[in-house]
């Protein structure tokens, strides 16, 4: 599986940014899919996780209510909305294929796409 993630740019605080991520391989529909965020310094973070069929999404707290994860299997293509954005949202974004439940962990990467949210 090879991800093609983009959408990321400058932003103030308030405003929204759509990231997508376009995978290549018939085996797309099979996997949970997942958006992980690594800010300078810090650990890289699992951020939301959408289950093969869409049925299941996980959310790391500090972006619920804010952010929706969802995926268009047709089109192999999963999404990031992030609304409200605050600048400790601040991040290289990635995007991943094959995403263990509850572990969080990943099989496939994307390359990162910057997002950066000033106050």
């Known amino acids: 599986v090879q991800l093609q993630a983009s959408g990321g740019g400058l932003v103030q605080a308030g405003d929204s940014l759509r990231l997508s991520c376009a995978a290549s391989?018939?085996?797309?529909?099979?996997?949970?899919m997942g958006w992980f965020r690594q800010a300078p310094g810090k650990e890289r973070e699992c951020v939301a996780v959408i289950s093969w069929s869409g049925a299941s999404r996980y959310y790391v707290d500090s972006v619920k209510g804010r952010f929706t994860i969802s995926r268009d299997n047709a089109k192999t293509t999963v999404f990031l909305q992030m609304n409200s954005l605050k600048p400790e949202d601040t991040a290289m974004y990635y995007c991943a294929a094959d995403v263990g439940w509850n572990t969080w962990r990943a099989t496939y990467w994307g390359q990162g796409t910057q997002v950066t949210v000033s106050s």
């Open positions: 391989g018939r085996t797309f529909g099979n996997y949970a």
